[in-house]
Nanobody, 124 residues
Framework: VQLQASGGGLVQAGGSLRVSCVTS????????WAWFRQATGKEREFVAA???????YYADSVKGRFAVSGDLPKNTVYLQMNSLRAEDTAVYYC???????????????????WGQGTLVTVSS
């Protein structure tokens, strides 16, 4: 499984941006995708997750502002980011796992496949 993240860029505070993650490779089939982010000098943190059945999860810091969704026939998962803040500036990574979970994990060790990251910069 390979993941390709794209869509990052520079946006003003209060603006919106959508990042995408395309999955390629037939097996194993992912059951859950997630977005993590890593700001300079900080640890990688969970942002949102999307399961194959359409269940979504969010970090408290983005709840109500970000929305994760999937277009699985296109093998693509999206993260729509609204009301962006300077503190949302980070490299955003998509991740996936084929493991079966009752609840999507919010730690990096819950995911086996990672994309290369896309930089989102929010200017204040």
């Amino acid at each position: 499984v390979q993941l390709q993240a794209s869509g990052g860029g520079l946006v003003q505070a209060g603006g919106s941006l959508r990042v995408s993650c395309v999955t390629s490779g037939r097996t194993p089939r992912p059951r859950v995708w997630a977005w993590f982010r890593q700001a300079t000098g900080k640890e990688r943190e969970f942002v949102a997750a999307y399961t194959r059945s359409g269940v979504t999860y969010y970090a408290d810091s983005v709840k109500g502002r970000f929305a994760v969704s999937g277009d699985l026939p296109k093998n693509t998962v999206y993260l729509q980011m609204n009301s962006l803040r300077a503190e949302d500036t980070a490299v955003y990574y998509c991740a996936a796992s084929a493991r079966s979970y009752s609840v999507a994990p919010k730690t990096t060790n819950g995911y086996d496949y990672w994309g290369q990251g896309t930089l989102v910069t929010v200017s204040s």
